[in-house]
């Protein structure tokens, strides 16, 4: 057996050859302590190393648990995040959501951000990493929660960014009020066929009702509720649904900006509340 052989067990088993390079690579830092200096290096993974990579690949293709879940960890801006079943996998489109954020916060010196849904804390770590703001994450999943706290606590930010167990406002009082409600919330139909690995993920954080807008109604009506004046309402949005949460929002936000990410698909969209 050697790296390609191993490799080659996940290409047969349905996963794209990058990324199965990708993964076999990831397996070996994070199990094996084999890196791509070593390669560079010319040195080749011994039979420890390719034995306990082929028992990670095997647990990877047997139901496709996600490559994250097996290592226990996902990358995401910059950071390690610890990763189970309970939360969802940070993507690389919330990198555009929370980008903005930051730039808002710094443009314009907010201090108060509520990230609604927050699983495994990742937007709120990153926001309270790189701002002076606070951060309060809510989440529906005390599962979820624990695991935004391993991780804030790994980060050194406890201070920064706390958590609360909440349906989306349930236990957020009107009084505190945010300059920024941020969420990346479920946004996938129902009844939504996806690859085995996305089924690997928990449902409550991937689907929405019918149409996949459920949260985004919900949350754009009582956000003002919980905005000081002139705050900001920041969405990532799921494919087509776009138009749908501009409509929602026009009631009550005004400054309602769009973007798009790498693949052309409009991706996040915020707008200011209207005046309070
Ligand atoms: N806020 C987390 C993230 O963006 C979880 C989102 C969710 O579970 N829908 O990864």
Redesign the pocket.
């Known amino acids: 057996m050697n790296t390609q052989m191993i490799t080659k067990l996940l290409i047969d088993a349905g996963i794209e050859p990058n990324e199965a390079k990708l993964e076999v690579r990831m397996l070996l830092e994070h199990f094996c302590k084999y890196t791509e200096l070593d390669k560079c290096k010319g040195i080749m993974p011994d039979e420890v190393q390719l034995s306990i990579l082929k028992e990670k690949v095997l647990e990877r293709i047997k139901d496709r648990t996600p490559v994250q879940y097996i290592i226990g960890e996902s990358y995401f801006m910059g950071e390690f995040f610890k990763v189970t079943p309970d939360?969802?996998?940070?993507?690389d489109e919330?990198e555009i959501l929370v980008r903005e954020a930051i730039k808002r916060i710094k443009e314009e010196n907010l201090h108060n951000v509520l990230?609604i849904?927050?699983?495994?804390g990742?937007?709120a770590c990153i926001i309270a990493k790189n701002t002076d703001a606070v951060v309060l994450g809510v989440d529906i999943s005390s599962d979820?929660l624990r695991i935004a706290l391993d991780n804030v606590t790994k980060l050194g930010i406890n201070n920064r960014a706390v958590f609360r167990k909440s349906n989306l406002f349930e236990k957020v009082r009107e009084e505190e009020k945010f300059d920024i409600i941020i969420?990346?919330?479920?946004y996938i139909p129902i009844g939504t066929e996806l690859s085995p690995e996305v089924n690997k993920e928990?449902a409550v954080?991937?689907f929405a009702g019918e149409n996949g807008l459920e949260y985004y109604r919900k949350i754009t009506e009582q956000a003002p509720m919980y905005l000081r004046t002139g705050g900001w309402l920041m969405f990532?949005l799921g494919i087509g649904e776009s138009m749908y949460v501009k409509e929602f929002m026009k009631k009550d936000f005004k400054d309602i900006t769009v973007e798009k990410d790498m693949a052309g698909i409009d991706r996040i969209i915020y707008g200011r509340v209207k005046n309070n």
């Open positions: 939360v969802l996998i940070p993507r919330t990230d849904g927050t699983g495994s990742c937007i979820a969420s990346n919330p479920p928990p954080a991937l990532e």
